[in-house]
């Protein structure tokens, strides 16, 4: 308790660098929002500076789940360090072991095979529906509409059990790794993934009947939160916010990675900008990560699931018996690691958030030296002020909702 | 079957007031709207469609801490957050209970760095640890159900 620090009392004149001229003179009032609230999808602090109900200005607090992420990742072996990308974006685990494992395969030179190729892909996908609809239900509930939380929950279970099913785990897989994938998928897989397909179009159907013409619905999101292509460009925010705005800019066509470029899929995009235009990429984007999930699975080819490079994949358990070299590699790799060349790589994956990149440095060693986490809630949420300024604080909650954040990936 | 039966025709039941109080609390405990981190989305889930907490006597959820009795701290709490989740704690009125959800509320998990409270334990009383990383929506019940079974047990002389 002795190290933590307690609260202290702070005057509005500390605060006047951020605030308008307004609110030293009493004029306008400060409310504090957060960290402790319903709607701020985490702990994240909001200073709200009021003119009556209007927002005058909008300061967001960040950094109450600082985990240290990136200088922890220094600490450990390439192979260890993966598990703490997963518990960065917590909705977006798959994703984020990919954006890692593509940069350490960057940096030491490592190939993948064809099949761990495609459920990188699928997977993947079935992740960003899995975070859209986590997105959907708790931004549904923020703007009180109970039932669509219940319902996306719902769908939600099925891909949780797709992953259990794959990993023995629910949210932090770490399936993706370095070089391919854990290990291959169990045959109940694929009736899984084609019930699941069967499913959830209709499913997507009965969330747009909750909300895409409740007028209750557009009268909270049409118009609020506006922000224009330049904007965003100025911003460099990425993702559904970008794409609401009218850019179809998607690193999955723009840079392809993984086998991106032989899936068919569309680029939804609004012009509007605001909160209903984000809702509808959102759900749209859905669509089309079903149709990428569909096409990966008919295509999945046949084959080895993790690259056979003994340098740095450990050898299957079977040769360890009787093979001295695979047992040698099999010791070097989990007590040594493998080193990696003295030189810098950037990896970007388009998250369901936007653009998530990882920058790893080596140092000869067989840890990183340096680790940096382009993470896409953290940009998002530089826009706050932008978005929020002349609008009612009821509305504050459906910004920060149709932005999409999760804390700790803004936080890290 | 219920209670009308062993009430008779006197409608009269006898019973301890601990018992009584007791039965009380385990079944309307209210849950604080509180999450941090990865676990709050399997709190989420304990509480949506499939698993439904709401079969214990928790579908309220209550986002202010002077409303709700049970504390549960679902993630990682960072050391600027720490000060934040005291202070949550004491504005719950007694009598109140904590679960430490996951392995970071209850031990820092795997986050053994200068950024994280090396178990919640450091800054209110826990209750029942709930281990996992994070852990499914019945282990979450199974820590509810644990805190009931010991709420049942507590005895008058030590109520706060």
């Given at each position: 308790m002795?190290?933590?620090v307690?609260?202290r009392?702070?005057k509005?004149?500390e605060l006047?660098h951020?605030?308008?001229p307004?609110a030293?003179?009493?004029?306008?009032?400060?409310?504090?929002?957060?960290p402790?609230?319903?709607?701020t999808?985490?702990?994240?602090?909001?200073?709200?500076?009021l003119d009556g109900?209007?927002v005058v200005?909008?300061?967001p607090?960040?950094?109450?789940l600082?985990?240290?992420?990136?200088k922890?990742?220094e600490?450990?072996?390439f192979?260890?360090?993966e598990?703490?990308?997963?518990?960065?974006?917590?909705?977006?685990?798959?994703?984020?072991?990919l954006?890692y494992?593509?940069?350490?395969e960057?940096?030491?030179?490592?190939?993948?095979?064809e099949?761990?190729q495609t459920?990188r892909?699928?997977?993947?996908?079935l992740?960003?529906?899995?975070s859209?609809?986590?997105?959907i239900?708790t931004?549904g509930?923020d703007?009180?509409?109970?039932?669509?939380?219940?319902?996306?929950?719902?769908e939600?279970e099925?891909?949780?059990?797709?992953?259990?099913?794959?990993?023995?785990?629910?949210m932090?897989t770490?399936?993706?790794?370095?070089?391919?994938v854990?290990?291959?998928?169990p045959?109940?897989?694929?009736?899984?993934?084609?019930?699941?397909?069967?499913?959830?179009?209709?499913?997507?159907?009965?969330?747009?009947?909750?909300?895409?013409?409740?007028?209750?619905?557009l009268?909270r999101?049409?118009?609020?939160g506006?922000?224009?292509?330049e904007?965003?460009?100025r911003?460099s925010?990425?993702?559904?916010?970008?794409?609401g705005?009218?850019?179809?800019?998607?690193?999955?066509k723009?840079?392809?990675?993984?086998?991106?470029?032989?899936?068919?899929f569309?680029?939804?995009?609004?012009?509007?900008?605001?909160v209903?235009?984000?809702?509808?990429?959102?759900?749209?984007?859905?669509?089309?990560?079903?149709?990428i999930?569909?096409?990966?699975l008919?295509?999945?080819?046949?084959?080895?699931?993790?690259?056979?490079n003994?340098?740095f994949?450990?050898?299957?358990?079977s040769?360890?018996g009787?093979?001295?070299e695979?047992?040698i590699?099999?010791?070097?790799l989990?007590?040594?690691?493998?080193?990696a060349p003295?030189e810098?790589?950037?990896?970007?994956t388009?998250?369901?958030r936007?653009e998530?990149?990882?920058?790893?440095?080596?140092d000869?060693?067989?840890k990183?030296y340096?680790?940096?986490?382009r993470?896409?809630?953290?940009?998002?949420?530089?826009?706050?002020?932008?978005?929020?300024?002349?609008?009612?604080?009821?509305?504050?909650?459906?910004?920060?909702g149709?932005?999409?954040?999760v804390?700790?990936?803004?936080?890290? | 079957?219920?209670?009308?039966?062993k009430a008779?025709?006197m409608?009269?039941?006898?019973?301890?007031?601990?018992?009584v109080?007791?039965?009380?609390r385990?079944?309307?405990?209210w849950?604080?709207?509180f999450?941090?981190?990865?676990?709050?989305?399997e709190?989420?889930?304990?509480q949506?469609s499939?698993?439904?907490?709401?079969?214990?006597?928790?579908?309220l959820?209550?986002a202010?801490p002077?409303?709700?009795?049970?504390m549960i701290?679902?993630g990682?709490v960072?050391?600027?957050?720490?000060?934040?989740?005291?202070?949550?704690?004491?504005?719950?009125?007694?009598?109140?209970?904590?679960?430490?959800?996951g392995?970071?509320?209850?031990?820092?998990?795997?986050y053994?760095?200068?950024?994280?409270?090396q178990?919640?334990?450091?800054?209110?009383?826990?209750?029942?640890?709930?281990?996992?990383?994070?852990?499914?929506?019945?282990?979450?019940?199974?820590?509810?159900?644990?805190?009931?079974?010991?709420?049942?047990?507590?005895?008058?002389k030590?109520?706060?």
């Amino acid at each position: 308790m002795s190290d933590i620090v307690a609260f202290r009392d702070v005057k509005v004149e500390e605060l006047k660098h951020l605030l308008s001229p307004r609110a030293l003179t009493g004029e306008t009032m400060l409310l504090n929002m957060g960290p402790q609230h319903p709607s701020t999808h985490g702990v994240l602090r909001l200073l709200l500076e009021l003119d009556g109900e209007i927002v005058v200005n909008c300061i967001p607090d960040i950094g109450f789940l600082h985990t240290g992420v990136e200088k922890n990742m220094e600490s450990k072996l390439f192979q260890q360090a993966e598990v703490m990308v997963d518990r960065l974006d917590y909705l977006n685990p798959l994703g984020n072991n990919l954006t890692y494992c593509l940069a350490v395969e960057k940096l030491v030179g490592l190939d993948v095979p064809e099949r761990a190729q495609t459920l990188r892909v699928l997977l993947s996908e079935l992740t960003r529906i899995n975070s859209h609809l986590v997105w959907i239900g708790t931004s549904g509930l923020d703007l009180a509409a109970m039932s669509v939380f219940l319902y996306a929950m719902r769908e939600r279970e099925m891909i949780l059990d797709i992953f259990e099913m794959i990993s023995g785990q629910r949210m932090m897989t770490t399936y993706i790794r370095p070089g391919g994938v854990w290990r291959d998928v169990p045959a109940e897989f694929e009736p899984a993934v084609r019930e699941f397909i069967r499913i959830f179009p209709a499913r997507l159907k009965e969330y747009e009947s909750m909300l895409t013409n409740n007028a209750l619905f557009l009268e909270r999101t049409q118009g609020i939160g506006v922000i224009s292509k330049e904007d965003c460009i100025r911003y460099s925010l990425t993702g559904p916010v970008l794409r609401g705005s009218g850019m179809a800019y998607d690193l999955r066509k723009a840079r392809p990675y993984s086998g991106y470029e032989q899936y068919n899929f569309d680029v939804p995009t609004e012009t509007a900008g605001d909160v209903y235009a984000r809702y509808l990429v959102r759900v749209e984007e859905m669509r089309q990560s079903l149709r990428i999930v569909e096409q990966a699975l008919d295509k999945m080819p046949t084959g080895p699931i993790r690259s056979n490079n003994r340098k740095f994949i450990p050898p299957p358990r079977s040769e360890l018996g009787v093979s001295m070299e695979a047992l040698i590699h099999h010791f070097k790799l989990w007590t040594e690691g493998y080193p990696a060349p003295k030189e810098g790589v950037y990896a970007a994956t388009e998250s369901p958030r936007g653009e998530l990149g990882v920058y790893l440095e080596g140092d000869g060693g067989p840890k990183p030296y340096r680790v940096h986490l382009r993470t896409p809630s953290f940009i998002s949420l530089q826009a706050m002020p932008l978005l929020t300024k002349g609008h009612f604080v009821a509305d504050v909650v459906g910004i920060i909702g149709s932005i999409d954040i999760v804390l700790g990936d803004a936080d890290r | 079957m219920g209670i009308e039966q062993k009430a008779g025709e006197m409608g009269v039941i006898t019973t301890t007031l601990e018992q009584v109080v007791n039965w009380g609390r385990t079944n309307s405990m209210w849950p604080m709207l509180f999450g941090l981190a990865c676990c709050a989305i399997e709190m989420m889930a304990a509480q949506a469609s499939s698993y439904d907490m709401s079969r214990f006597g928790m579908e309220l959820n209550r986002a202010s801490p002077r409303q709700s009795d049970l504390m549960i701290v679902a993630g990682r709490v960072s050391r600027k957050m720490a000060p934040v989740v005291r202070h949550l704690y004491d504005q719950m009125p007694d009598p109140k209970w904590v679960i430490a959800m996951g392995d970071c509320a209850s031990c820092g998990g795997v986050y053994n760095n200068y950024a994280i409270l090396q178990g919640v334990d450091e800054v209110v009383p826990v209750d029942v640890y709930v281990a996992g990383c994070p852990p499914r929506p019945e282990g979450l019940i199974h820590g509810v159900i644990t805190l009931h079974d010991k709420v049942r047990h507590e005895k008058l002389k030590t109520w706060g």
